[in-house]
């Protein structure tokens, strides 16, 4: 699509790791050298509700696709330079965003109450299942990657409150992806080929 004046692509929804990381790679084989995704995840913490926008600063890896990039990587990060201009961007735009760690999962049914009290208890804000793996990948082929992820869900209580129907849930993603569109539009275009 084009959005004033910018040519943007935009893929998806994507559900989990392999699949994420297969559109990564056709996005970069097509060209595609700076991606922002927009994702959901479920909250560790408790003043991180349903509604609220992420931005995860480094994701720990529990799913099994990043394996298969070697590098030696003890985290999994963002690339800085974007990832700094979309928390300006938020900031000076007015969006109320967190940024902190996360946990990406291949297997959302073993977010076992250890994992989710633990996680919390180390700082971790929030559990997805894509963002570890889009983040090495991205390192590994060398592009531009960043994430804003939205609150679908809250854990901290140890038992699961389910949002993806909540109308706060579903404006949040709205103003997410049209604040991520207006955030393409105002990057220099060199950042974006």
Request: net charge negative.
């Amino acid at each position: 699509m084009v959005h004033a004046n910018r040519s943007i692509t935009i893929a998806g929804p994507i559900l989990g790791a392999p699949q994420a990381v297969l559109v990564l790679e056709k996005l970069i084989a097509l060209g595609s050298r700076t991606i922002i995704v927009l994702g959901s995840c479920g909250s560790l913490q408790s003043d991180l509700t349903i509604g609220d926008w992420l931005l995860p600063s480094l994701a720990r890896s529990e799913e099994g696709t990043s394996s298969h990039y070697p590098m030696n990587a003890a985290h999994f990060l963002p690339d800085t330079d974007l990832f700094a201009r979309l928390q300006d961007y938020c900031v000076q735009n007015g969006f109320s965003v967190r940024a902190g760690p996360i946990w990406t999962t291949d297997a959302p049914l073993r977010e076992t109450v250890d994992k989710v009290s633990g996680y919390g208890e180390e700082g971790l804000l929030a559990v997805e299942m894509e963002m570890s793996a889009l983040f090495h990948v991205a390192a590994y082929r060398k592009v531009r990657l960043v994430g804003l992820l939205v609150v679908s869900d809250e854990l901290f209580s140890l038992k699961w409150k389910p949002g993806f129907r909540n109308s706060r849930f579903q404006r949040a993603c709205r103003q997410a992806s049209e604040a991520l569109l207006d955030f393409c539009t105002s990057l220099s275009p060199s950042l974006l080929t």
